[in-house]
């Protein structure tokens, strides 16, 4: 693949290798050469194949949010959650991979949390809900936009289905503090 050898290219290499195989099929020097660089390469930015997934599932998402964040057409929830599944279709294969890993799904919605949290998808969560209602509000987003993202996976939905069919659930169940 011969890549630049940063931590995301090595982790994005290591879920290409994991398509259709175990965890157990896959080791470090099939990594190190798939991705094109000596496996000392991989020990510089990974303890083990265990760090690879609990920390390259951080790097990938946080890489994904910060497209979000830059590419989306306009500042509003609509904008951003089509660009979140606009970059989840476009690294599908890595997703469908990452989501068969508990510690990957969970760190994925720890992160989308953590962007919720910030206000950056939805500003005025804070101005409509004390804080108690508004964490429970982004935990229940954060979540139902995991489960939205594996279910966006699994039935191979276009990026606007699974826009619609999003923005209908989260917003009847969250509308009063999202509006």
Known sequence: MNKSGTGLDIFTSFAEL??????NEVSIQNI????????????????NKEDLIYRGTMIFTDSIIDTVD???????????????????????????????????????EQRIRKYISEFRIFPR???????????????MISAS?????????????????AVSVYKKFIFNAAGPFLD
């Open 70 to 108: 830059k590419s989306s057409e306009g500042p509003g929830p609509d904008d951003k959650i089509k660009a979140y599944f606009l970059e989840i279709e476009k690294y599908k294969k890595i997703f469908k991979v990452l989501m068969n890993f508990p510690e990957s799904r969970m760190i994925i």
């Open 145 to 161: 936009l995991t489960a939205m993202t594996e279910y966006f996976l699994e039935k191979d939905l276009s990026v606007d289905r």
């Open 18 to 23: 994991l398509n259709g195989k175990s965890n």
């Open 32 to 47: 190190a050469n798939y991705a094109g660089i000596h496996r000392a390469t991989f020990y510089r930015y990974f303890e």
């Open 125 to 139: 969560l804070d101005e409509k809900a004390d804080q108690i209602t508004a964490d429970s509000v982004i935990k």
